[in-house]
Structures are given as structure tokens and as C-alpha cells.
């Protein structure tokens, strides 16, 4: 016993730092075996505030059960309602709720029902399968809400609350840590998205779309995935950042699409052999492979063997912080870049465009009602406009075996009218297609072939 009160009494005087009470721990041989053991548990326990109720509280309400499903008829399948649940955030007291698109991709119906088990019809605003992210909305008035906080401010380490339905379960609450930043796990089609917040957080299959809360109560994500052998939670759980999600929100709520900047350059991670290659005093930042011809990198003095460090005010160290600062921007924002050639440190600024080139927002339309009908359309650009004197929308892609495939239809097709309406951007034509349970015939025609070209097609099948 005299051993091991000497030993708590060297270590209290010289190494212990965190003092939850204090008091002389020379006193310690003075006082009962049961006053020791609960004086080494004030002196040894956390300072940080591991309580989360409060926090726990106000987020819960603000989340969402969400149930999808859509009828499916194939030569497998007769007639199968298909149904996939998850989790969503109310962000806006009348009824804005963020998701994952996974959840309500495809759907015929989608429920919402709140923490207080009232229940509500749900319609898709938007959906961006690159971010995996969806905005839906639900006709309802001062709800619980969250705002997104800063998720740059997240550090490694930092006590996290991971908020959802897994497995059915509403207003399930698990607690952890921040592991990592900036994973990219190829969970993604298009993975240049993915620039994960990675937790230790439990969840699991329901929990898709659910809030990443930090300790003060802030949404720093929306929850998308897990890595796992079994289906289920072994470690790894991962939300996409909060600053890029709301990023996402705000195009689909002003423009129907998400509106990404780009620069025009193909790119890898710096590793050690690149680094000693380029005398570089660090093993960071983005290496740049090649520069497409006319990019704004290129306008920009931007050349191959460039490795860029900083973009904005976001340090890069690889390829998914790149992507993810990079995708906070729109086509005709100005960004400050940081690179290095020959070991020097150097500056410019890149006006970011789309991806035909020009800094014009682009809105590139995939609705559900379209993919039922098999396309793809967006807004003509300004370019566009002025070399064919012409308003209207245009057919990105023709799905194959789609009703408007068996039209014979051809990707490029410039659609002018709408049965006997003109029309002048993707919103007319997409109010029109919903509004319409008949016979439709769009006109228009191809750049390349002058003519006036009918296209018709039922909707009341």
C-alpha cells in the first residue's frame, strides 16, 4: 500500500496536468481507502465535457425518419415495391431536409416522419449523385431545425454525436471521435467528389442521411457510408462535410443543379518520389500530370510538373481536400492558387469555368421524370444562344431502350417547342412534362442539321 500511494504521489507531483479538483495529494495516507480511490478518479478524469444530453436534445428533433419507395416491373421482377429507409436533417423551420441521394433515388414516395412521429409526403427539390447528397421538401411550418456549421473547424480527436435511424430505430444517438478528414474511399461513381469526414460513430443500414454533431451542438455533416465486410458497422463511418454539403443545398434551391467550378487539369497525390523529383521541401499538395488546351489553369500560367498547395484559404495536401475546395466554387469565381515550379513558391489567380469551358452556369437536368422518359437536358449556354440565334433546352443524353430512345432521338437535339409552346429553359420544359398525361411532340432541331424535327411520345401509358 506504502508502494502505491508513493507512486500516485509522484506521478500527481510531476507528470498529472488535467485537475478536475484540486487538493494535496500528500494528504492522501491521511484519508480512507474509499476518499483515495474517488480523489483518483476526480484527478485522473477528463477535463473535456463528455455529457451530451443537452446537445443531444436539440439535435434529435431536428432529425428526420425518412421511407422511400418506387415500383419496379422487369423480367425478374412483377410489379415489386421496393423500399429503402433513412435518415434526413431538417435545415429551414418550413420543411427543407437534406439527405442522402442513395435513399430517395428513383422513389415514387417518400414518407417523413418527424421525432414527434408526426408524418408528412415529401417532394425531391434536387439531387446530386456526385456528392451522394439530396434537398427534399415537406410542406410544414416552424419545425426544429439545424444550420450548418463550419465543418472546417472539425479537428482530429474532437468529441463527435452521430444522430439517425438505423435499422428503423429512430432518434438513435452514438457518440465518438473525429478520425480522419478528407477521405476518399471510392464509395462514389464520381469519386474526384468524395472528401469524407471519417468518425468512429456507430451506424449502421438506416442511418444513411442522418446529422454528424459536434460537441456544441453544431451540423458538420450528413452521413453517408461505412466500409465493412459484414454490412454493418465495424469502425469506419464517414459523413460528408458539412460546408460542401450546404454548398450543394444552396445551387439546388437557386438553380436546380449544382453549379462546379473547374480548371482543366489532370492530377495525382505528391508522394516521396515526386517530391525528391521536384526538390520540394515537403511531400503535400497536388501534382499536375497535364493541362487541357484553352483551361483556365492553362489562361491562368498554370503548367504540367506545377504542384499546387494552397486553393483559396484551404491548404491541399491531396487530391480529395483539391476536389472538395474546388467544388465549394461556381464557373466565374475568381480563386487565388498557390503552386510550386523548380522548388520556387508562386501565385495566380484562376477564373474557374464549367465543364463545356465557359464560365456560364450550367444545369444539367436528370430528374426523375426525365430519366422515366430516358434523358438528359440542360440550358443552352450563352455561347450557344448567340451562334444559333435561339432559346430552348438541350438533349445531354438519349437512355437506351427509353421511351424517348425508341423516338429515335439523338443526343444534341435542341428542343424548341413543347407540343405547340415554346419554351426557353430546362424549368418550362420540366413543369410542362409533370403538368402533361397525354400525347407530346417536341420540335426542334440538331446544330449540325438545320431541319425541323418532330419527336413524339405518350405519357398517359
Not at 481507502?33 to 431536428?62: C, H, I, P
Not at 423551420?93 to 441521394?101: A, F, L, S
Not at 415529401?122 to 450548418?148: C, M, N
Not at 462514389?188 to 468512429?200: C, H, L
Amino acid at each position: 500500500m506504502t508502494l502505491i500511494v508513493c507512486s500516485l504521489w509522484v506521478y500527481d507531483r510531476y507528470f498529472k496536468s488535467i485537475h478536475v479538483l484540486e487538493y494535496k495529494p500528500s494528504y492522501y495516507h491521511e484519508v480512507s481507502l474509499k476518499d483515495q480511490l474517488n480523489r483518483r478518479v476526480e484527478a485522473y478524469g477528463s477535463s473535456v465535457k463528455t455529457d451530451f444530453v443537452e446537445v443531444a436534445d436539440r439535435a434529435m428533433a431536428s432529425v428526420v425518419y425518412i421511407t422511400s419507395s418506387r415500383n419496379v416491373s422487369d423480367s425478374r421482377y412483377k410489379d415489386e415495391l421496393r423500399v429503402e429507409k433513412g435518415s434526413g436533417v431538417i435545415i429551414s423551420p418550413d420543411g427543407d431536409i437534406v439527405t442522402n441521394y442513395h435513399v430517395i433515388a428513383d422513389a415514387d414516395f417518400i414518407k417523413i416522419t418527424l421525432e414527434d412521429k408526426r408524418e408528412y409526403t415529401a417532394e425531391v427539390v434536387g439531387t446530386d449523385e456526385a456528392t451522394d447528397l439530396a434537398l427534399l421538401k415537406i410542406e410544414a411550418k416552424s419545425l426544429p431545425f439545424q444550420r450548418f456549421a463550419n465543418s472546417d473547424s472539425l479537428r482530429v480527436g474532437e468529441w463527435i454525436l452521430a444522430i439517425g435511424n438505423p435499422f428503423g430505430l429512430q432518434s438513435t444517438v452514438t457518440a465518438g471521435i473525429v478520425s480522419a478528414k478528407a477521405r476518399n474511399i471510392d464509395v462514389i461513381d464520381q469519386n474526384d467528389i468524395e472528401s469524407f469526414i471519417q468518425t468512429d460513430a456507430v451506424i449502421n443500414p438506416g442511418s444513411s442521411g442522418g446529422a454528424l454533431v459536434s460537441a456544441d451542438g453544431g451540423l458538420m455533416g450528413i452521413y453517408s457510408a461505412i466500409l465493412s465486410k459484414s454490412g454493418n458497422y465495424e469502425g469506419l463511418s464517414f459523413a460528408i462535410p458539412g460546408n460542401l454539403a450546404r454548398k450543394v443545398v444552396v445551387d439546388i434551391k437557386e438553380f436546380g443543379a449544382v453549379q462546379r467550378g473547374k480548371i482543366g487539369v489532370s492530377i495525382s497525390d505528391v508522394d516521396a518520389a515526386i517530391s525528391a523529383r521536384m526538390d520540394l521541401p515537403f511531400i503535400k499538395g497536388i501534382y499536375i500530370n497535364s493541362i487541357n488546351l484553352n483551361s483556365a489553369a492553362a489562361d491562368a500560367g498554370l503548367k504540367k510538373n506545377d504542384v499546387i498547395t494552397e486553393v483559396g484559404d484551404h491548404e491541399i495536401n491531396s487530391s480529395s481536400e483539391f476536389y472538395e475546395a474546388l467544388n465549394r466554387y461556381r464557373p466565374g469565381d475568381i480563386v487565388a492558387v498557390k503552386y510550386f515550379r523548380r522548388s520556387r513558391s508562386y501565385t495566380t489567380k484562376i477564373t474557374l469555368r464549367n465543364y463545356l469551358n465557359t464560365t456560364d452556369y450550367i444545369t444539367v437536368r436528370n430528374d426523375k421524370i426525365l430519366r422515366d422518359i430516358g434523358i438528359e437536358i440542360r440550358d443552352l449556354n450563352s455561347i450557344e444562344k448567340t451562334r444559333i440565334k435561339s432559346d430552348g433546352v438541350i438533349i445531354v443524353s438519349v437512355t437506351k431502350g427509353s421511351m424517348i430512345d425508341n423516338t429515335n432521338m439523338e443526343p444534341g437535339f435542341i428542343v424548341e417547342h413543347f407540343n405547340d409552346i415554346k419554351i426557353k429553359n430546362t424549368k418550362e420544359f420540366i413543369s410542362l412534362l409533370k403538368n402533361t398525361k397525354e400525347e407530346i411532340t417536341l420540335r426542334g432541331f440538331y446544330e449540325r442539321y438545320p431541319d425541323v424535327y418532330p419527336y413524339t411520345f405518350d405519357m398517359s401509358n
